[in-house]
């Protein structure tokens, strides 16, 4: 592809720029010569080209589109699938424009392609990064196979709000478990080489802190100190760059008054020049004329400017840059530099995508790839070790077979529904759904169905006398009760986080019927299960379970496998109580157990007094529902023994602490044991507690086993809100826990 003379000269133009002051921000750059010669070639609008992402759906005629593509005026195009089709477009990339530049084809393949997983909240609660790992190879290989080598994923937003709908889509409210996901998907999607053509580009979104959008109401404002971005909603970004994510995407939220697509000092400053990230960087769906909605721009030129000032690289959708750019560089508003920098970025991902070799997809390779055997067998596996077993009263679970089971809900034969959301690819009638693997697992004439709602927001009772003549007929309820997915993901936020419709009056109903009752929750966001809770024997928290949902529900359900989930979230007892996460701050007043002035308890006439004057509700009082990290198994496990290295010990010195963990119950089981460490007092306030580090133990009924845990610098210390990193001396405890709100405890002195 380079010329001799151009190699000289690039050579050239390379070390001259390596003596400049501007040093590409990371010397990573494999493909450095190949890209600066290709981009000496461009005209400035096949430049502007490359920075434009078109939706065809949102495009004009397939014709337009074509054309566009064959002047050089596109760059990407989401949301074209199919080898055929792409190929087509490529072709005419390769082919017909002046210097055969080839597209990269995005698509939102946010947990699978046509192999649906759990939702990433669910897959977060498998806290296993190799399940997830492995399951989103999986999805890279069905897309790939479909011609897509950009996926827009992982969404790892730290959402500590269930009122927003796209909670779903994130690991949920803690920066570490997060960033273990954020790892995960990063390397499941790209591999070890983003130019095998299985692999592809990862995109960690959306940057930066769009979970924190006041009120939990979808792309609505968010103020966000330089602490809690420093260490809670920055750092599942930094693990993604550190695992070399191709690109990252910006976000719809303003931060701090500054929206994301505008925000030099997080795009340019801290991912680009602190970071080194050397990938490229996308808008969100026409985010950058959104610019203007928000009062930051005067209109597309001004947007267009800021963006590519912050280092917004492609514009996906809206028209900001293709319309504006040569006009901004005629005014001296922007620079070329910043243009080429774009440019090179994409230029680069598309060269380490393999593109420029290997353009096209073999139109036969889906056929084998969708949904084969192996990746049901690992959807079926992580759907199963994403559900949180939240209560199980007498051990009512696991149900021996032969057990006469009422299965009622409207979510238990769904198959559009238990995909959850972000489902582009996923088809309906893929799915395995809980009615139809009950049976197969339990025998017909083992389980009776009747649904009693149809959907979700039914008001309809008509059901519920057969409903009743079922149960009544049978030895246990299971009851799959929840959210249809669409109540779910981008802008589904939701005031009350209740059941829809009439299902807690269906489930009034069954558990009148003195039956015990399994209640499994299909949804994208933690539900307030106060009403609930006390009417049920077993809760089971399943998500939106994905395609082989029904028969990991089954496994549970008979113990073929024995849950393992744990809470990657919160759950309030209400919105009342949001915000509401584990690692809060102490307050002047904490609240304790004692301290809850519980509303029912205050006198009549009562004299103003100042007792019990701590941090909680009159309500509420001050703990969640259930704590992150929660979930039970169907054995028990005691955690004992706890043990540190050393009383005091100095910064950098290696601090070990121990504990013993004993399955103490009647069946084999997994926990998923955590650390946590609480920096006692420091320049500023740190959590009460704070995850850092967590382990899966397999343990036979009565076995024992250490869990061993080295704390590091980087797990005592925090951010300051200049982005430095400190470790600073004082007495720190550590809790060895099975979840936020339990565990056995020890201390030590940092000197
Ligand atoms: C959407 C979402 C983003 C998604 C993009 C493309 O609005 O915010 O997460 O990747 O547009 O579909």
Redesign the pocket.
């Known amino acids: 592809m380079i010329l001799k003379k151009e190699l000289v000269l690039t050579c050239f133009l390379v070390l001259f720029a390596l003596g400049c002051n501007r040093i590409p921000p990371d010397s990573r750059n494999e493909y450095e010569i190949e890209v600066r010669a290709l981009l000496k070639k461009m005209t400035l609008e096949e430049k502007i080209g490359q920075m434009y992402q078109v939706d065809p759906g949102v495009y004009g005629s397939p014709e337009a589109l074509k054309e566009a593509i064959r002047e050089g005026r596109i760059g990407s195009v989401?949301?074209v699938t199919g080898a055929q089709a792409v190929n087509e477009l490529q072709r005419i990339a390769i082919k017909e424009s002046r210097l055969g530049i080839p597209l990269v084809v995005g698509r939102?393949v946010i947990h699978g392609f046509r192999t649906i997983m759990p939702i990433p909240l669910g897959m977060a609660a498998s806290w296993n990064e190799e399940l997830v790992r492995q399951s989103m190879t999986i999805a890279a290989k069905e897309a790939a196979s479909m011609g897509i080598r950009w996926t827009?994923a992982p969404?790892i937003d730290v959402s500590r709000d269930a009122r927003w709908g796209r909670i779903a889509?994130s690991a949920g409210e803690d920066p570490l478990l997060s960033s273990v996901i954020a790892r995960a998907m990063v390397n499941g999607f790209q591999g070890d080489d983003l130019s095998n053509p299985q692999s592809i580009a990862a995109?960690a979104?959306?940057f930066v802190g769009y979970g924190a959008a006041e009120g939990g109401r979808d792309y609505n404002t968010t103020v966000i100190s330089d602490l809690d971005m420093q260490n809670v909603y920055l750092p599942p970004f930094k693990e993604a760059v550190k695992n070399r994510v191709a690109t990252v995407?910006t976000a719809?939220n303003e931060i701090n008054g500054v929206p994301a697509s505008g925000n030099e000092k997080y795009v340019r400053h801290t991912l680009k020049d602190d970071w080194g990230f050397d990938g490229m960087v996308v808008s969100?769906?026409a985010s950058i004329a959104e610019m203007i909605a928000h009062g930051f721009a005067a209109d597309g030129k001004q947007s267009a400017q800021l963006s590519l000032k912050a280092g917004v690289d492609m514009e996906?959708s809206s028209t900001s840059y293709i319309q504006n750019i040569p006009k901004l560089l005629e005014e001296g508003k922007i620079t070329l530099e910043m243009v080429d920098d774009a440019v090179k970025r994409i230029l680069l991902l598309k060269m380490r995508l393999g593109l420029f070799e290997n353009p096209y997809t073999e139109v036969a390779l889906s056929d084998s790839v969708l949904l084969h055997p192996n990746h049901l067998e690992i959807s079926r596996k992580l759907a199963a070790e994403s559900m949180v077993l939240l209560k199980n009263e007498n051990d009512l679970l696991p149900l021996k077979k032969g057990t006469r089971i009422a299965l009622i809900g409207p979510l238990a034969n769904q198959p559009h529904e238990q995909l959850g959301t972000w489902i582009f690819d996923g088809k309906e009638q893929d799915t395995r759904t809980v009615y139809p693997a009950l049976v197969e697992a339990n025998g017909a004439s083992n389980v009776i169905f009747v649904p009693g709602l149809d959907y979700s927001r039914d008001k309809d009772t008509k059901q519920f006398e057969q409903v009743i003549r079922a149960i009544d007929k049978s030895d246990v309820v299971v009851a799959v009760l929840g959210e249809e997915s669409i109540l779910s993901g981008?802008a589904k936020s939701l005031a009350e986080l209740k059941l829809p419709g009439k299902q807690t009056e269906l489930l009034q109903l069954a558990a009148s019927r003195k039956k015990p009752v399994v209640l499994v929750i299909m949804a994208g966001r933690p539900l307030s299960l106060t009403k609930e809770e006390p009417m049920v024997q077993s809760i089971l928290y399943a998500w939106h379970p994905g395609t082989m949902g029904g028969p990991a529900l089954a496994d549970l359900i008979f113990g073929d496998v024995v849950p393992s989930g744990k809470l990657p979230v919160t759950f309030p007892k209400g919105e009342g109580q949001i915000p509401i996460y584990y690692a809060h701050k102490s307050t002047g007043r904490p609240a304790g157990a004692d301290s809850w002035t519980h509303i029912d308890s205050i006198p009549v006439k009562a004299v103003q007094h100042s007792l019990g004057n701590t941090s909680h509700y009159l309500d509420y009082g001050y703990g969640p529902f259930y704590p992150f990290g929660y979930g039970l198994s169907y054995t028990t496990f005691e955690y004992s023994d706890i043990k540190i290295s050393a009383p005091e010990v100095k910064i950098g010195e290696k601090v070990v602490v121990t504990a013993l963990i004993t399955n103490t119950g009647k069946v084999k089981g997994t926990e998923i044991v955590q650390l946590y460490v609480r920096d006692l007092v420091a320049s500023y306030t740190r959590p009460v507690r704070e995850l850092k580090a967590f382990t899966r133990l397999t343990l036979e009924p009565g076995q024992s086993s250490e869990v061993n845990f080295e704390l590091t610098k980087e797990q005592l210390g925090f951010y300051l809100p200049d982005g430095t990193f400190v470790v600073e001396p004082g007495e720190f405890h550590v809790w060895i826990a099975s979840d936020a709100a339990s565990g056995v405890e020890t201390k030590f002195l940092l000197k």
């Open positions: 989401l949301n939102d827009f969404m889509e995109c979104k959306h995407m719809f969100d769906w996906m981008e």
